[in-house]
Nanobody, 118 residues
Framework: QVQLVESGGGLVQPGGSLRLSCAAS????????MGWYRQAPGKQRELVAS???????NYVESVKGRFTIFRDNAKNTAHLQMNSLAPEDTAVYYC????????????WGQGTQVGVSS
């Protein structure tokens, strides 16, 4: 059974930092691209950052220079370091795993809430 378990969400003040973690089980982690998505109330889910199986990263423009995605294949974990958080970063953040070989293998975590407010 595939599980993606997120942790690290919370409430912070503007300018603060959080690190989200995603622990994966039930998949050959190193073969999956990992992504962090977010969904704010009333908005569509958007891709925030992704990292391929070989470590290439991609970010949505609004988080470039503030967020960093990285992975630890030995521990089957993916992380999103979020610095200089702003109120517009408030959302539920979801971890995603997509098999690099296609086949439609795509998994989601349950989400973790991030709130940025003074």
């Amino acid at each position: 059974q595939v599980q993606l378990v997120e942790s690290g969400g919370g409430l912070v003040q503007p300018g603060g930092s959080l690190r989200l973690s995603c622990a994966a089980s039930g998949i050959t982690f190193k073969l999956y691209a990992m992504g962090w998505y977010r969904q704010a109330p009333g908005k569509q889910r958007e891709l925030v950052a992704s990292i391929t199986s070989d470590g290439s990263t991609n970010y949505v423009e609004s988080v470039k220079g503030r967020f960093t995605i990285f992975r630890d294949n030995a521990k089957n974990t993916a992380h999103l370091q979020m610095n200089s958080l702003a109120p517009e970063d408030t959302a539920v953040y979801y971890c995603n795993a997509k098999f690099s070989g296609g086949r439609g293998l795509n998994y989601w975590g349950q989400g973790t809430q991030v709130g940025v407010s003074s």
